[in-house]
């Protein structure tokens, strides 16, 4: 699978001219730059939210973990952007979070996950 199949949404590569690319990602619930060289997601969107947080790996995979873990709350979780900024997500929108993440993974270095 290439990483064009693995988001399977909007995509597209981006050469600053100093060997650096990013994709530009947007998925389900979630929206942001993939920068291949520091093995890092950018969120810049959470639904409907502007955010702006780097993801590295270490912290992809607590996320992930979290959400799978409560992927089956009926209520939802509450997701704090900015440290101060809480978002609802509803128990489809977990899912929905889950999948864009699924898609995401693979582009991260082996040696990041």
Do not use: C, W
């Amino acid at each position: 699978m290439n990483e064009n199949q693995a988001i399977g949404q909007k995509l597209f590569y981006q050469s600053t001219g100093l060997g650096v690319f990013v994709m530009h990602i947007e998925g389900n619930v979630i929206k942001g730059e993939f920068d291949k060289n520091r093995n890092e997601f950018s969120l810049q969107h959470v639904k409907q939210f502007v955010t702006s947080s780097t993801i590295n790996a270490n912290q992809f995979r607590s996320l992930y973990d979290y959400l799978k873990k409560h992927r089956d709350d009926h209520e939802g979780q509450i997701l704090t952007l900015y440290d101060q900024m809480p978002v609802h997500l509803s128990a489809e929108d977990i899912h929905l979070f889950i999948e864009d993440l699924e898609k995401l993974q693979p582009l991260y270095h082996p040696e990041g996950m």
